[in-house]
């Protein structure tokens, strides 16, 4: 069998036509960019208003005078702020301060706290003497039927909403513990406790923040 000495075709490329294409890739990317900047620049202040006008709803829910209470823009989040919060067993995301009449009247917390199928965010209030006002539950995937009743705010067998218990406890109760002070609702203890690290959490942030 003979040896064949195989050889590759050089494809020759015209200079001209590699700057062509070149400078046309170029362009083509530059333009590109340029329109998803406008869009994000027309888009981006109604998304921010939008998320803006989801959060004070949010506030509303967990202050004592929704009515009359104003907030601050988002706080910046301290060391002693995140350390606090790792403390009380979840994490804080955002933070605002509340103002009734022009007068403080404590601050309204966004947590995030392990539940029985993922976090739950919530947000809570706790006024200026360390007392929660509220508590809402802003997202979560707890199982639809057991753990969203806890999400949901179904009330428990004394008719107090599971999340509405919460309401007038402060750091003064000392740890909040569910079949202690707080009371699970029946088939979701393990949500019932991720709101309850929830609240904890506000109250070790609040304490922190004065």
């Known amino acids: 069998m003979s040896n064949e000495v195989k050889t590759k075709?050089?494809?020759?490329?015209?200079?001209?036509?590699i700057i062509t294409?070149?400078?046309?890739?170029?362009?083509?990317?530059?333009?590109?960019?340029g329109l998803l900047g406008?869009?994000?620049?027309?888009?981006?202040?109604?998304?921010?208003?939008?998320?803006?006008?989801?959060?004070?709803?949010?506030?509303?829910?967990?202050?004592?005078?929704p009515d009359n209470s104003e907030?601050?823009?988002?706080?910046?989040?301290t060391e002693e702020m995140t350390a606090a919060a790792t403390a009380g067993g979840g994490s804080v995301t955002e933070a605002y301060a509340v103002t009734v009449n022009g007068e403080s009247d404590g601050y309204a917390?966004?947590?995030?706290?392990?539940?029985?199928?993922?976090?739950?965010?919530?947000?809570?209030g706790v006024d200026g003497e360390g007392v929660v006002?509220?508590?809402?539950?802003?997202?979560?995937?707890?199982?639809?039927?057991i753990g969203t009743k806890v999400t949901g705010n179904e009330p428990l067998a004394s008719g107090v909403g599971v999340l509405d218990q919460f309401i007038g406890k402060?750091?003064?109760?000392?740890?909040?513990?569910?079949?202690?002070?707080?009371?699970?609702?029946?088939?979701?203890?393990?949500?019932?406790r991720g709101v309850t690290t929830g609240v904890n959490t506000a109250l070790a942030v609040a304490g922190v923040m004065g």
Not at 10 to 15: I, S
Not at 176 to 182: A, C, K, P, R, Y
């Open 9 to 17: 075709e050089k494809v020759d490329m015209d200079p001209k036509y």
């Open 21 to 33: 294409l070149t400078v046309t890739l170029f362009v083509t990317c530059v333009i590109v960019a």
């Open 38 to 65: 406008l869009v994000n620049q027309v888009t981006a202040p109604n998304i921010a208003a939008i998320n803006k006008e989801k959060t004070e709803a949010a506030m509303k829910m967990v202050v004592a005078d």
């Open 71 to 77: 907030f601050s823009d988002k706080l910046e989040l």
């Open 109 to 124: 917390l966004k947590i995030v706290a392990s539940g029985s199928q993922g976090n739950i965010e919530m947000m809570v």
């Open 133 to 145: 006002t509220g508590v809402s539950v802003v997202d979560s995937s707890e199982t639809a039927g």
């Open 170 to 192: 402060s750091a003064a109760d000392g740890g909040l513990t569910v079949g202690s002070n707080v009371e699970a609702i029946t088939g979701a203890t393990v949500s019932t």
